[in-house]
């Protein structure tokens, strides 16, 4: 008896899931953001940025830097160190910039019972010489991620912006129409 009361506290909210992904009003295919042009994706554009930010961190103390990155350099990048990761679960990422935000979209595979698209929305700013990104709106199709999800996201995502910021004070931030501008100050 106990494993059929699991293994209907399993197969139930799958039922209901997928229902709800395949129904006639397809509730986790939602409205997705879609950028205003095609980012394509280049391993030749993620490998210019990764060397202007390599140089921008190598700089003497006190050099001033500035770091601009477009829609689809910041793309190709995340997209090909997510393609050196066995077993990652985001493909198809696209990441842009506009009315002074950043949006991201993709598909999680593997993660839930289905594939579904997923899109994110956040804005940055700098504080104490970092920059700080924080999640306004995430959701996986049509299905908002609670709050306390987007906390633990931004936590996250402010983690690993702290750990690539090495030896570096942040001094401006500025989010444009296709890019972003870092200004700042090597230590």
Same mark, same amino acid.
């Given at each position: 008896?106990?494993?059929?009361s699991t293994l209907f506290r399993f197969i139930i909210p799958m039922v209901v899931?997928?229902?709800?992904?395949?129904?006639?009003?397809?509730?986790?295919?939602? *409205?997705?953001?879609?950028?205003?042009?095609?980012?394509?994706?280049?391993?030749?554009?993620?490998?210019?940025?990764?060397? #202007?930010?390599?140089? &921008?961190? #190598?700089?003497?103390?006190?050099?001033?830097?500035? %770091?601009?990155?477009?829609?689809?350099?910041?793309?190709?990048?995340?997209?090909?160190?997510?393609?050196?990761?066995?077993?990652?679960?985001?493909?198809?990422?696209?990441?842009?910039?506009?009315?002074?935000k950043i949006y991201g979209t993709g598909k999680l595979v593997g993660f839930l019972?289905?594939? *579904?698209?997923?899109?994110?929305?956040? !804005?940055?700013? !700098?504080?104490?010489?970092?920059?700080?990104?924080?999640?306004?709106?995430?959701?996986?199709?049509? %299905?908002?991620?609670?709050?306390?999800?987007?906390?633990?996201?931004?936590? &996250?995502?402010?983690?690993?912006?702290?750990?690539?910021?090495?030896?570096?004070?942040? *001094?401006?931030?500025?989010? %444009?129409?296709?890019?972003?501008?870092?200004?700042?100050?090597?230590?």
């Open positions: 008896m106990r494993e059929r899931l997928l229902g709800l992904a395949c129904s006639p009003c397809g509730l986790l295919s939602g *409205t997705i953001p879609t950028p205003p042009h095609a980012i394509a994706v280049s391993t030749e554009a993620a490998g210019q940025l990764e060397s #202007r930010i390599e140089q &921008s961190l #190598r700089g003497q103390p006190g050099q001033q830097f500035i %770091l601009r990155m477009g829609d689809d350099e910041v793309t190709s990048l995340v997209a090909t160190k997510l393609a050196e990761y066995e077993g990652y679960i985001v493909t198809d990422p696209q990441i842009w910039f506009t009315r002074g019972p289905i594939d *579904t698209e997923f899109f994110i929305i956040a !804005v940055a700013r !700098v504080q104490d010489g970092k920059v700080v990104v924080e999640m306004e709106k995430a959701s996986t199709g049509s %299905l908002p991620l609670p709050t306390a999800a987007l906390d633990t996201i931004s936590q &996250s995502i402010n983690q690993t912006v702290e750990e690539s910021q090495l030896d570096v004070e942040v *001094t401006g931030l500025e989010i %444009l129409e296709g890019e972003i501008i870092i200004r700042g100050t090597t230590k």
